[in-house]
């Protein structure tokens, strides 16, 4: 790979974007591309804890940074819940049903 072909993978997010040369266009879809699968990840476990009973304090997306190739910069997604301590695991485990859905959109 010559410096002209540079491809950021991002490992938190299993997320590829590869360039030839710097794009703001080409990165900016990626970080939206990025970010809606965050949110179907995140909303996999907001809705685990409400289906339980549990409180919904916060979402955060978190951020990812194209500008390094490694996780340095990145901000992780949270999600913020108060549900019962045996309830814990399958909010924690939790899949977000739809993934596979945005997948095949594009």
């Known amino acids: 790979m010559t410096d002209q072909h540079l491809a950021y993978v991002k490992a938190v997010t299993q997320d590829v974007c590869l360039v030839t040369e710097p794009d703001a266009e080409h990165i ?5 591309y990025t970010t ?6 995140e ?3 907001a809705v685990a804890a409400v289906f339980r009973g549990g409180e919904l304090l916060a979402v955060h ?6 500008s390094t190739f490694d996780n340095s ?3 992780p997604g949270e999600t913020h819940h108060r549900t019962r301590w045996e309830d814990q695991p399958f909010v924690t485990f939790a899949v977000s049903l739809g993934y596979g859905e945005m997948d095949r959109r594009t």
Do not use: I
């Not at 900016?28 to 939206?32: L, P, R």
């Not at 809606?36 to 990840?41: K, V």
């Not at 997306?61 to 194209?66: K, N, T």
């Open 28 to 32: 900016a879809a990626m970080s939206a």
């Open 73 to 75: 910069a990145d901000e």
């Open 61 to 66: 997306l978190g951020h990812v940074d194209w």
């Open 36 to 41: 809606a699968r965050t949110a179907h990840h």
């Open 43 to 45: 909303g996999g476990h």
